[in-house]
């Protein structure tokens, strides 16, 4: 099956500073999606991109399928971008519908 | 709107008790998905309804789990007896249509601890 891997494990900001999470993908995908897990254990959809690019406010990702990853840039960090980031996805193949997430980032943006 | 709706949203409970969680998916949605999070193992799907009928359901541990989904508005995770080792988040989540083009949207999650 498809496998999903993220980089960099871990990360630490000071506030206001700008990243760029990574995911990598070892088969072709019609669905890509990135979450953040809240400190409360919440998933939170941040964006639904099989490929281009979307943005909402200080977050945007670009997906390259053809390359087979996708990164999400967090602007401008505030403390509450803190938690894990997730990016998911399943294989071109699967007609289950069935997410293969990767292990996650884990951001902590201090103030 | 409301989100996809689970409860409880924590269970403690004994090892050999029967546990249920329940999900209300997103009204209009017709895919519902049952997945599981654990330190060692992360996020791992459990079973995959659509219109009701489960259609993928291999990654249900073993025979202790099952679930079912009676109508397009409620499934219920069941596991009986339960173990220390079955201790995690379980996350009820949704989408629209079949396969694998659309949208997952996640549930609170059921945090649960077998004792």
């Known amino acids: 099956g498809i496998q999903v891997e993220q980089s960099p494990p871990d990360l630490i900001l000071q506030e206001g500073a700008n990243s760029t999470l990574r995911c990598n993908f070892s088969d072709s995908v019609n669905n890509l999606q990135w979450f953040h897990q809240n400190p409360w254990g919440q998933l939170i959809n941040l964006f639904y991109?099989?490929?281009g690019t979307k943005q909402n406010g200080r977050l945007s990702a670009t997906t390259v399928a053809t390359e087979r990853y996708s990164l999400l840039y967090i602007s401008s960090s505030q403390t509450t971008d803190s938690g894990v980031y997730f990016c998911a996805a399943p294989s071109r193949s699967s007609n289950t519908g069935k997410l293969i997430f990767g292990q996650g980032t884990t951001l902590q943006v201090k103030p | 709107d409301a989100g996809v709706i689970q409860s409880p949203r924590h269970e403690v409970t004994e090892m050999g008790q029967e546990v249920t969680l329940r999900c209300k998916p997103i009204?209009?949605?017709?895919?519902l998905f049952w997945y599981r999070q654990t330190m060692m193992r992360g996020l791992e799907l459990l079973i995959y309804?659509?219109?009701?009928?489960?259609?993928?359901d291999s990654g249900m541990p073993e025979d202790r789990f099952s679930a079912k989904m009676p109508n397009a508005s409620f499934s219920t995770l069941k596991i009986q007896p339960s173990e220390p080792r079955d201790s995690a988040v379980y996350f009820c989540?949704?989408?629209f249509g079949q396969g694998t083009y659309n949208e997952q949207f996640f549930g609170p999650g059921t945090r649960l601890t077998v004792l």
């Open positions: 989540a949704s989408s």
């Open positions: 009204s209009g949605h017709n895919s």
């Open positions: 309804f659509n219109n009701n009928v489960p259609i993928d």
């Open positions: 991109i099989p490929s």
